[in-house]
């Protein structure tokens, strides 16, 4: 039964979602990785929440489902998430994980209520918000230099080299600021500000796939191949491929099982989404039971002070 399922995968179909999935996983596991050595996992939470109200706005105020308005819309409250847990963390005196929680439930509730208002005038589904649209997205072509590609593909690969980009240009600052911040700050590296250009690639992240993969799988691709990279190596830049590829096989063996499991549970469907965070999480419990957990994350924070002195 399974060969049977897996006989009628469709390359045109089921290639360009699992190439979706893996696009999206990659540039999710980039400021996943730098979220999780600052200790802010929570804040890929906020901001995937957050951006709701941002989308929400945006519709109402054009009428209609353009993509551009919407991901203005939403990087800017991504934007505004990130500024407002911290001017709650430094004029609140509120604790980080706190300020983070208080501002994305009540933007996220915000958003939910403009989406309801919202769905009473058009198809707008609250649902398609939670779960993405994944397996729709080879459905929506565009053609570049003759060459007809998913539009998602474009719209995620893009902000995934904008993140390979922004890492590799400030990758001895980034390391400094993470694991040694006062040294950062006496070279006058300015650590908020690095932090703050997370945030932002979160943001910019969490909006490019939140049409296709939804609110809740953006969170699962930001915070799991992280975790998982986390417990198998202790270098930093190993951490950051290593997240990028335990996306990429939860994407190609997620998607995998919401076509096998159908026929093996005689269920009508199952949400591609739901099944590659689900085999994200199973392969961060893999990992947990055969190898040994790493103490730290041994990163080349020496070697990025030095370069950051001598320039």
Request: proline content about 4%; some cysteine.
């Amino acid at each position: 039964m399974i060969v049977a399922s897996l006989t009628r995968w469709s390359w045109s179909l089921d290639g360009w979602i699992v190439v979706v999935g893996a696009l999206a996983a990659a540039a999710c596991a980039i400021p996943g990785s730098l979220l999780l050595l600052r200790r802010m996992s929570l804040m890929g939470d906020a901001i995937s929440h957050a951006v709701l109200p941002g989308i929400a706005a945006a519709f109402l105020l054009t009428g209609n489902r353009a993509s551009l308005p919407m991901f203005l819309g939403a990087a800017m409250v991504g934007a505004l998430t990130a500024l407002a847990s911290e001017w709650l963390r430094a004029r609140g005196r509120v604790e980080e994980n706190a300020s983070i929680g208080v501002v994305f439930t009540s933007l996220f509730a915000l958003g939910i209520l403009l989406m309801v208002r919202g769905s009473a005038r058009v198809d707008l589904d609250p649902s398609c918000v939670l779960f993405g649209g994944i397996e729709f997205t080879p459905l929506d072509l565009v053609s570049i230099g003759g060459v007809v590609v998913p539009r998602a593909v474009l719209t995620i690969g893009g902000v995934l080299v904008l993140n390979v980009i922004c890492v590799v240009a400030f990758w001895k600052e980034l390391a400094l600021s993470i694991f040694d911040p006062q040294s950062a700050a006496s070279l006058g590296l300015r650590p908020r500000l690095l932090q703050a250009m997370v945030m932002m690639m979160t943001a910019i992240t969490a909006v490019a796939c939140f049409e296709s993969v939804g609110s809740i799988l953006v969170v699962a691709l930001l915070v799991v191949p992280a975790a998982t990279a986390r417990l198998l190596t202790l270098r930093l830049s190993a951490m950051v491929i290593v997240a990028v590829l335990v996306g990429a096989v939860a994407a190609a063996t997620g998607h995998m099982a919401a076509v096998v499991v159908p026929a093996l549970l005689g269920a009508g469907s199952v949400n591609t989404a739901g099944s590659i965070a689900v085999m994200a999480g199973a392969l961060l419990v893999l990992v947990i039971l055969t190898r040994r957990p790493r103490r730290g994350v041994r990163l080349e924070w020496r070697g990025a002070r030095r370069a950051v002195h001598s320039s």
